[in-house]
């Protein structure tokens, strides 16, 4: 276990009181600590929102970019530099709204980046209104008299998608969280946690969490069975919170390049074409 | 229709529906010719579609460098009735029809011209039972016609069925049985050009180009969603990946696309993407991020006939408007537009060393004509490209950090922060896509509108901006093409340059005293451009978009108004002999000003 001091930042979280995203900071740090990650081999790209702040509040390398884009800037860097532990760390607007296109084929597949939703069923920094995983009903800013929309399920899509780790966590619960996260980063592949991370100002579901949640640690789930995983997505009485899926049956996309490709990460490698190299190229030149 | 008898050149077309094989016939006999010492420059007229409908291959070549479509047409194959009709009024007086009179009711030869009608489809269904050999029996006919050595066209067909070895017997069958035929109704004077085996001559295109001159500037990186007309330069790389250890990178959109490219500059790599203008208006939002974070970017824009999805096929200049004004807010950038295939190599190379030395996106600017669409013959390319990766730090002293965070975005004198990669032990820092102080701390929650963060905005700001001076340093003038001295001077930017070459001696052997400021450092403009321009008498703009965009780009820069333009806008590139008589029209408009 590294030192959590290594990965403090001088800037204290701009989030509200209570807000479920410090459990989120404080499960990544324990959960990079543990795996005795030093700083540096650290990369967590985010998009825009409260939680996408995040970034600013570890001390790691970050990218702090758009809206909804951190999951491709996260695969290019990790397609550049493999040695790099790469995290998305963004919001349920950033990864199931405008940027869901990028999750389902980072997904598909399957980059070895490790993406952590803070999923709030709301857009909070922009002072309330519905998002892709707002409840049927859900009264909002957008919707005043409720929301006429079913939410999106993250977990079942991603399932769809071919993801090859999918498990949901809590704010609330930073020790399980930061098991997932351990296990996620020692994942061969794409791995996704949606995280229940409540907005206390604008929607607060800590009470509805609670009440629904139960951990998947002791049941029976197998997270090998993937029409399981599907059944555990779909329920909707209560929350499941743990892993629902993982298989290394799938090689990431990394591994399957650096077989494709020269090992010699492009990184390191600005340099001008060899003699024989040219020689090949420009005889299909003429 | 204009001509040019005072050069040793000639110009082929080959029309038919899609399908027919001619962008094959086409590519064979362009590549056979360069094999014979010649030089090419061609145009492919193709289609959105992949059968039926009308294409055209055209190929000029000369003894000496040849830069456009040329003037006229000399020698026609129409393999279809609507490939005769569109084109045999552009065939020049002592120029060659060739069809086939059970395919095509031939009708108004032109004064002057000769028509061979050839058994193109019998001859081609004796060696298969469907005539798709029609095409190679019209490129051994034409071969025949050229003086070609019939060896040199039969291993081009060779190489180009390589992967086919049952069809490629049969095929150099076909072209032979073509040839011979040449040789036996031949018109007695035709236009020929002499041709030397002993000199092979490389051809390209400006997309491929721009994909060679990248990676051997380093670039390792490389990232595309297929669109017309950039998507060859995907498919060059994807072929080249595995050679020359290049990471391609597929993406969903465009979007994603321009991202992943800025998380590899981020990372380290140097990395590029290209697209058209549809794919260029989805990354417009990101290459802001890549200035706000000062992340080096390459992105290629390809341009094609806009608006919208337009015209796929077919060529525009009609993008710069929206490069010089990318993305909301202000920020450096720089925009180059190659003429050539052999420009946008140098130029590729050299748009890594700004977009690194100053932390900016660079675009290029290439269009269908010089990229899908036209291959030209490249002169030997100087390998040894330059790589300077400006500023960028390989150990963190302490003066570079806080002790938590690496300064990344420091104020200098040149408004260029030094900059560490990921990995770097004691560097780390966050990009920040939102404004910042120099520790990449937030400028836009707690801070922002207090007076140290409304203090540091401006200078960040003003940091940023203030990079373009340096890249306005290394930006080059317009280089001079014809006379010191003329009467007018044609101005244009980008592959506009091509025709205008080839116009030139023609309006001197006319008596007309031209010459050409060819641009191809577009933004920000050197700081010559303004005096070369001061320096002209007349100037006439040349350029592929209907609002003169160029022009009045340099109106705003310095002043300059021109008030004649040739602008052409129907998605066809600009011929010589347009850019002749837009001259002569001037001229002569002049002169009866004068007389009055």
């Given at each position: 276990m590294l030192n959590l001091k290594l990965y403090e930042s001088d800037v204290k979280p701009d989030w509200c009181p209570g807000c479920g995203d410090f459990g989120v900071l404080a499960a990544l740090k324990n959960a990079l600590a543990a795996l005795e990650i030093p700083p540096e081999r650290v990369q967590i790209s985010s998009g825009i929102g409260c939680s996408s702040n995040l970034p600013g509040y570890i001390r790691t390398f970050?990218?702090?970019?758009?809206?909804?884009?951190?999951?491709?800037?996260?695969?290019?860097?990790?397609?550049?530099?493999?040695?790099?532990?790469?995290?998305?760390?963004?919001?349920?607007?950033?990864?199931?709204?405008?940027?869901?296109?990028?999750?389902?084929?980072?997904?598909?597949?399957?980059?070895?980046?490790?993406?952590?939703?803070?999923?709030?069923?709301?857009?909070?920094?922009?002072?309330?209104q519905l998002s892709p995983t707002s409840e049927k009903g859900q009264r909002t800013k957008t919707s005043p008299d409720g929301s006429i929309i079913y939410p999106l399920n993250p977990l079942s899509t991603l399932l769809g998608a071919g993801a090859t780790f999918v498990a949901r966590g809590f704010s609330g619960d930073p020790k399980q969280l930061s098991s997932l996260i351990q296990e996620a980063i020692k994942h061969r592949g794409f791995a996704l946690i949606d995280t229940l991370s409540p907005c206390v100002t604008w929607h607060d579901i800590y009470d509805k969490v609670r009440a629904k949640m139960y951990k998947l640690e002791g049941t029976a789930h197998d997270s090998s069975d993937l029409i399981s995983a599907y059944r555990l997505a779909l329920e909707s009485d209560r929350i499941p919170l743990g892993l629902f899926y993982r298989t290394e049956d799938r090689p990431s996309f990394e591994e399957l390049m650096s077989e494709d490709v020269t090992s010699i990460y492009p990184v390191d490698n600005a340099r001008n074409l060899t003699a024989e190299q040219i020689a090949s190229v420009m005889a299909r030149f003429s | 229709m204009s001509t040019n008898h005072t050069r040793a050149d000639l110009t082929l077309r080959l029309g038919a529906a899609a399908g027919d094989g001619i962008q094959s016939a086409g590519e064979i006999m362009m590549k056979t010719l360069s094999r014979s010492g010649a030089y090419v420059s061609t145009y492919n007229g193709n289609q959105s579609l992949i059968r039926g409908g009308h294409v055209w291959f055209h190929i000029h070549a000369g003894e000496m460098p040849v830069y456009s479509l040329g003037y006229g047409i000399d020698y026609l194959i129409a393999l279809t009735q609507l490939a005769y009709d569109e084109h045999y009024s552009e065939v020049n007086s002592g120029g060659v029809v060739i069809y086939d009179s059970s395919q095509v009711k031939a009708h108004d030869f032109p004064n002057g011209v000769n028509s061979i009608d050839a058994p193109l489809v019998k001859t081609a269904l004796k060696y298969d039972k469907r005539p798709i050999m029609k095409n190679t029996v019209a490129l051994g006919l034409l071969g025949g016609l050229l003086g070609l050595k019939f060896e040199v066209i039969a291993d081009t067909i060779g190489e180009q069925f390589a992967k086919k070895p049952d069809v490629q017997e049969s095929n150099v069958a076909a072209a032979r049985e073509g040839y011979t035929f040449a040789e036996q109704h031949a018109p007695e004077t035709m236009r020929r050009i002499k041709f030397d085996y002993t000199v092979k001559r490389s051809i390209m295109h400006a997309g491929y180009a721009v994909a060679l001159g990248a990676v051997n500037a380093g670039c390792r990186f490389y990232a595309a969603y297929p669109m017309s007309p950039a998507s060859p330069i995907v498919h060059w790389m994807t072929a080249n990946a595995r050679e020359l250890g290049i990471r391609v990178f597929l993406g969903e959109d465009e979007i994603g696309v321009v991202n992943a490219t800025i998380g590899a500059s981020f990372a380290g790599a140097r990395a590029m993407c290209a697209t058209s203008g549809g794919g260029f208006s989805l990354m417009q939002e990101a290459i802001g991020q890549a200035a706000m974070t000062e992340t080096p970017l390459v992105v290629v824009d390809v341009m094609r006939a806009g608006p919208s999805t337009g015209l796929p096929t077919k060529t525009s200049q009609g993008d710069l408007n929206m490069v010089l004004g990318i993305s909301h807010d202000d920020f450096p950038r720089a925009i180059i537009a190659p003429r050539s295939p052999e420009d946008a190599y140098y130029l590729a190379g050299r748009a890594f060393n700004l977009a690194e030395r100053y932390q900016i996106p660079v675009i290029i600017l290439l269009d269908f004509a010089i990229g899908d669409g036209g291959y030209a013959t490249i002169d030997e390319l100087d390998f040894n490209t330059l790589i300077d990766r400006g500023k960028l730090v390989r150990e963190v002293t302490k003066d570079m950090t806080n002790g938590v965070w690496f300064k990344r975005y420091s104020l200098t004198e040149d408004g260029v922060s030094p900059r560490a990669l990921p990995g770097t032990a004691g560097a780390m820092y966050v990009a920040k896509t939102d404004e910042h102080d120099e520790w990449g701390h937030d400028l836009s929650d707690v801070e922002a509108g207090l007076r140290t963060a409304i203090q540091m905005r401006e200078k960040q700001h003003v940091k940023r901006m203030s990079k373009l001076k340096g890249v306005a340093s290394e930006m080059r003038p317009p280089e001079l093409y014809g006379p010191d001295k003329a009467d007018l001077t044609l101005v244009s930017w980008g592959s506009s340059a091509l025709p205008i070459r080839e116009a030139i001696p023609v309006l001197k052997s006319s008596g007309f005293s031209v010459n050409s400021l060819e641009f191809f450092d577009i933004f920000p403009l050197s700081a010559d451009a303004r005096s070369m321009l001061r320096g002209a008498s007349r100037l006439l703009n040349v350029e592929q978009n209907i609002t003169a965009q160029f022009a009045k780009y340099l109106r705003r820069e310095t002043g300059i108004e021109i008030k004649e333009n040739l602008l052409k806008y129907n998605g066809e590139p600009i011929y010589p002999a347009e850019v002749v008589d837009a001259v002569k029209n001037a001229l002569k408009h002049e002169e009866m000003k004068q007389l009055a």
């Open positions: 970050g990218h702090h970019g758009l809206h909804g884009r951190p999951v491709p800037v996260a695969t290019g860097i990790k397609m550049a530099n493999p040695d790099m532990v790469v995290i998305v760390t963004a919001g349920d607007g950033d990864e199931y709204g405008i940027g869901f296109n990028h999750l389902v084929h980072a997904a598909r597949r399957n980059h070895d980046i490790k993406v952590i939703v803070m999923n709030n069923e709301i857009y909070g920094l922009t002072t309330g | -």
